[in-house]
């Protein structure tokens, strides 16, 4: 009985055509206990053999059986494989990283006037000549050389087909042998398609899997294939066996042990692989998809490098070795990284190894280091001298053994998964008759593979990558720049020899050139003139309007007038002096803004529900000469700021008029943004950069007279100046909620519906609480809306999907940039496809200003590499005031540039994809906070070991170490009168340590990744806790909630706000604002408020 017909019987019984591995367990092809059971009585029938059934069962591979039965399972000479094989087979296997499909090569040539029978004759004579194609493989052991193996040839007549159906079959082909999985147990591991193009031109296909063959082997089945064709001798050879024996005794040496320690020590200070910009953790790859990039490079070319190289006294491998590494480092966010280099390994003592087909191949693991600034000849140099001493050790080390030892060493599971190397041996094809024209390998566990081949054209560059890893707009660039370099080398560039900043591939330089040629004429009209004008022009038209009041452009003239007299003639302000504006929302803060900025003073709006130490900080740190509140009330807030304090309310109404102002001033006003001391830092803007945001919004949002905006925003957020002074430059009406309502999305709505408002402008929370309101005439108001714009956090499509229910024409744009380069200078209009992808990008660059994506070495990333954001053009701020702190001001190619901090990636589109930051900086709300602020203002209270504080599901979360029992409530209470509101943790927890990292640092990733015991699970104790308890364990489906429980903790945001706002309004009809709910965050806190809230209204009762 031989294994082949137990194979036949088992196929048989089964119902199964195709082939089985022998590895494979039975049950998983269908086989169960019926099965097994006439297994049983087949194999007595036909060959008297009594097996008990349990015995099959537990044998259930073929591997097995054969075993049990006493089947010789496979003839031939056993030999030992090479470490090369063995991480081969170690590759394939499904458990391993990107493993599951063996390493395999395709390989193709054209020949003329072909006789497919003397073909197929010269194919089987070249297996049986070459033994590695007649190994089959077992394990991670050995494998067997085959006395005769089976050659899978298969031909197809094309000639019939048209030219597009031949190219369409012949790449059908091409997919098929490259996706082909060898059955590495039974062979033939090596398989030939030949295709009749015409009635002269055949295209013969070859593919093998990666143990048989290697790339040097490709050019010698070419030669022996011809030389067996043409009837002529092929050169004598070693054995396969003979090589693996040889290089085994090469490993006895005593003292390869130290020279791998010393290998092993010297990669120790580079990274085990570039950081590419993947799609996803490789971990994460179950059945992975090889895509090829390819590209030629012209003989001519190649010949140019080659002469350029000899001149310069380099080989042409260095220079393509270091314009590989180049353009990956390019893409990466590291500069020092490890590329895996196949060479050939072929002693030449061994004789005959020449002409050996067979994996004679080991890898060297090459450390590219692109982090220091020298020119490209000088780089190919320092390579070049790398390489002949890493080639030495490749001769004395397996590279299996060094990865092994790396892998030990970085404790990482992926070591240098992207490999290099070149089969090119000088350009000859011409004087040979089969002439390769295309390679493509794949390599399991490898996420990237360059390879160098001759083809009839000059040199094929193709890169293999993994496709759900990489997106191929990467990979096309990765590719663009090695050829760019190359073409600039060969040319004789010498700007190239001493350059460091490698230029961009064509094609991404003009995008990037492109998308920031933004250069306009801006309007030559001041904001002083044009709001003249506009007072006469709409003279009786509303300007402002509130809910108790409103000012037309004539009283909005005539106030500034008023304000003139009050600051300039009263109190003597001059040029340079500095105003600090203390008022709530409403008409009269809109028009001191206005004001203000007409007679050019320079002004600070400051939130009245500041903490007066913050308040305290502007006036001292600025030097603000006064401060203008509207009433005594709250005057007597700030009474203890040391500066002029001027109310409107006693000054306004025997103001008299006056008409001069002051000379205009290059700067406008003043912005606060966080620091990190926990107070603010404060930005100048200029006219400059506010007139080009003005105009630029007016033209491209379609923005006009007749507009009417809605003034949602605080006017301490720079997104508020276009509400303000934006919407009276063109002559439009702004309706503002005034400051004890302008978190109530009840009275946005009668407000919103009464004035007819066409543009909303705001951070993305605040138009998500409108349209989650559920109000009667939420659909009626939305769907007036024709602009709106968005900005200071990421605009979720959710509320995309949710404004276009009501609203299909309305435009949504989606704006950014930081205060410091003046309120948007970047847009984006949403679009259906935006939806469809689910990601809006962050956009294109206004008139007048341009986006420089970095990376590292300053130097402009390519499209699809991320990179820190580099702000130029009209909007760019002066910086701060009453700090030396302009660190991220800075230059680039001589202009004055923002660095944001924000990470984006240039896209082939023309536009900007935002990806966040990297520091601890974060956005709530459309706020900026810096984390580190918070932290330091939590250290210094009294009984505080330490403290630390994150970001966590968009809340900030405090952690801290304290000497006694510290109560939450007493933090919070000293941090409200040092933090703006918005700045104060949501939760505090006390831990016993906190987690520090090896360099000694708190370790923010772990304090994220702690889960924290939710509230105590204390019972309610009124039915009012009992009946918010019930409404948050619906909201939340959860099945119990502690009344200390935290609304934060449960994933509460202004959505679910809004939800529980609604049912409390039902029930109880008391009006809340999520606001409410979130400074109310716990079960008990909530209760208590709601109680509060009904015996206020029934006092009024």
Request: overall charge negative.
């Amino acid at each position: 009985m031989s294994r082949k017909e137990l194979e036949g019987i088992i196929k048989k019984l089964l119902g199964i055509e195709y082939e089985l591995d022998d590895r494979t367990s039975l049950i998983k092809y269908g086989g169960d206990s019926l099965f097994f059971g006439r297994l049983q009585i087949e194999l007595k029938r036909t060959f008297g053999l009594k097996v008990p059934i349990q015995q099959l069962f537990q044998n259930g591979t073929i591997e097995q059986l054969c075993k049990v039965l006493g089947i010789e399972e496979h003839n031939g000479e056993k030999i030992d494989i090479t470490d090369l094989q063995t991480a081969y087979l170690y590759g394939r296997k499904p458990e391993m990283i990107l493993g599951g499909k063996g390493s395999r090569a395709y390989f193709s040539f054209e020949v003329e006037d072909v006789d497919i029978a003397r073909l197929q004759k010269a194919i089987k004579n070249l297996v049986e000549e070459q033994e590695a194609l007649r190994c089959t493989f077992h394990e991670d052991q050995y494998a067997n050389v085959q006395e005769s193996q089976a050659i899978d040839f298969t031909y197809y007549d094309l000639q019939i087909l048209s030219s597009k159906e031949k190219d369409e079959k012949l790449e059908e082909i091409r997919k098929d042998l490259f996706e082909r999985n060898f059955n590495i147990n039974k062979g033939p591991l090596i398989c030939f398609v030949a295709t009749r193009i015409d009635d002269k031109k055949t295209i013969v296909h070859i593919c093998h899997d990666g143990l048989v063959a290697d790339g040097e082997s490709h050019q010698i089945i070419l030669k022996e294939l011809e030389n067996l064709y043409y009837g002529k001798q092929n050169a004598s050879h070693c054995s396969f066996s003979e090589y693996t024996h040889y290089i085994k005794d090469m490993k006895e040496n005593p003292e390869y042990s130290e020279l791998l320690n010393e290998k092993v020590k010297r990669l120790s200070e580079f990274d085990t692989k570039p950081q590419l910009d993947a799609l996803k953790d490789a971990k994460e790859v179950m059945k992975p998809n090889v895509g090829v990039v390819a590209r030629i490079i012209p003989e001519d070319l190649y010949f140019k490098i080659c002469e350029k190289g000899r001149e310069n006294a380099v080989t042409p491998f260095s220079i393509l070795l270091t314009a590989f590494g180049k353009a990956l480092a390019k893409y990466s966010d590291n500069s020092k990284f490890l590329l895996n280099l196949p060479v050939s390994y072929r002693p030449m003592e061994l004789e005959g190894v020449e002409n050996l087909v067979g994996l004679c191949s080991n890898f060297i693991l090459f450390g590219f280091d692109d982090s220091y600034s020298i020119g490209f000849l000088e780089q190919i140099e320092d390579n070049q001298n790398k390489l002949f001493s890493s080639r030495e050790e490749g001769m004395l080390l397996s590279g299996t053994d060094v990865l092994k030892k790396v892998k030990q060493t970085k404790k990482e599971e992926i070591i240098a998964p992207v490999v290099f190397t070149s089969t090119v041996g000088g350009l000859r094809q011409g004087e040979a008759k089969f002439k390769k024209n295309m390679t493509l390998s794949y390599t399991s566990q490898v996420w990237l593979e360059g390879l160098l081949t001759e083809v009839p054209e000059g040199i094929l560059f193709t890169l293999s990558y993994i496709k759900e890893l990489f997106d191929e707009d990467v990979i096309n660039g990765i590719v663009d720049v090695f050829i760019t370099i190359l073409t600039m080398f060969g040319n004789k560039d010498k700007e190239l020899f001493e350059m460091t900043d490698i230029p961009l591939a064509i094609r991404d330089s003009e995008i990037i050139k492109k998308l920031n040629d933004t250069t306009e004429i801006s309007s030559s009209i001041s904001f002083r003139e044009k709001l003249k004008k506009n007072c006469e022009i709409y003279a009786e038209k509303y300007a402002f309007i509130d809910e108790q009041s409103h000012m037309t452009y004539q009283e909005l003239k005539e106030f500034s007038d008023k304000l003139n007299f009050i600051l300039l003639k009263k109190y003597s302000l001059k040029h340079g002096d500095k105003v600090g504006l203390y008022l709530p929302k409403g008409v009269e803060q809109a028009a001191c803004e206005v004001a203000l900025a007409y007679l050019n003073i320079v002004f600070l709006p400051i939130d009245v529900e500041f903490p007066v130490k913050i308040v305290e900080h502007c006036v001292s740190a600025i030097g603000l000469r006064m401060i203008l509140t509207d009433t005594k009330e709250h005057m007597e807030d700030i009474a203890a700021v040391t500066t002029t304090i001027v109310t409107l309310e006693n000054e306004i109404p025997s103001a008299e008029i006056g008409k001069e102002a002051l000379e205009e001033n290059s700067e406008t006003m003043l912005i606060n943004t966080s620091g990190t001391t926990g107070m603010p830092k404060t930005v100048i803007l200029t006219w400059r950069g506010i007139m080009n945001c003005i105009n630029a919004t007016q033209k491209l949002f379609s923005i006009t007279s007749k507009d009417v905006a809605f003034g949602v925003t605080n006017y301490g957020h720079d997104m508020s100046i276009f509400d303000i002074l934006g919407m009276v430059y063109i002559g439009g009406t702004t309706v503002i909620p005034n400051q004890h309502n302008y978190k109530n999305p009840e009275i946005w709505i009668d407000l919103m519906n009464k004035y007819k408002v066409t543009v909303w402008i705001s951070v993305p929370a605040l138009l998500e609480m409108l349209l989650y309101s559920d109000l009667e005439k939420l659909p009626e108001v939305v769907g007036k809306l024709h602009r709106v714009i968005q900005g200071g956090d990421y605009l979720h499509i959710d509320i995309v999907k949710k404004f276009r229910k009501w609203n299909q024409k309305g435009k949504i744009f989606n704006v950014g940039g930081p205060t410091e380069t003046t309120m948007w200078n970047i847009y984006h209009e949403v679009s259906g496809v935006d939806i469809q992808n689910n990601n809006i990008p962050y956009g294109k660059p206004f008139p007048n200003t341009q986006y420089y994506i970095l990376d590292k070495k300053q130097e402009l990333c390519p499209v699809g590499k991320e990179g820190q954001m580099y702000i130029a053009g009209d909007g760019v701020t002066p910086g701060y005031v009453g700090t030396g702190e302009q660190g991220k001001f800075t230059e680039y190619k001589g202009l004055r540039v923002y660095c944001s901090g924000d990470y984006g990636v240039y896209m082939r589109t023309g536009e900007i994809l935002f990806r966040g930051r990297k520091d601890r900086q974060i956005k709530i709300n459309g706020k900026r906070i810096e984390l580190d602020g918070i932290e330091e203002k939590l250290n210094s209270i009294k009984g505080i070991t330490k403290g630390a504080v994150i970001c966590k599901d968009k809340r900030i979360v405090a952690y801290y170490v304290a000497e006694d029992k510290t109560e939450v409530n007493n933090i919070k209470k000293i941090l409200s009168g040092i933090l703006p509101e918005y700045m104060i943790p949501t939760a505090f927890y006390e831990i016993k340590r906190l987690p520090y990292n090896r360099n000694k640092k708190v370790d923010y990733r772990e304090l994220e990744r702690m889960v924290p015991k939710t509230g105590e699970q204390e019972k309610a104790e009124t039915e009012l806790e009992d009946f918010v308890a019930r409404i948050c364990e619906n909201i939340f489906e959860v099945e119990k909630i502690g009344v200390k429980e935290s609304f934060y903790n449960l994933g509460g945001d202004s959505v679910t706000a809004m939800r529980i706002a609604a049912i409390i309004k039902k029930e109880f009809n008391v009006h809340m604002t999520p606001y409410d709910i979130f400074e109310h965050s716990t079960i008990r806190e909530l209760a208590s408020y709601i109680a509060k809230l009904r015996s206020d209204i029934n006092e009024k009762v």
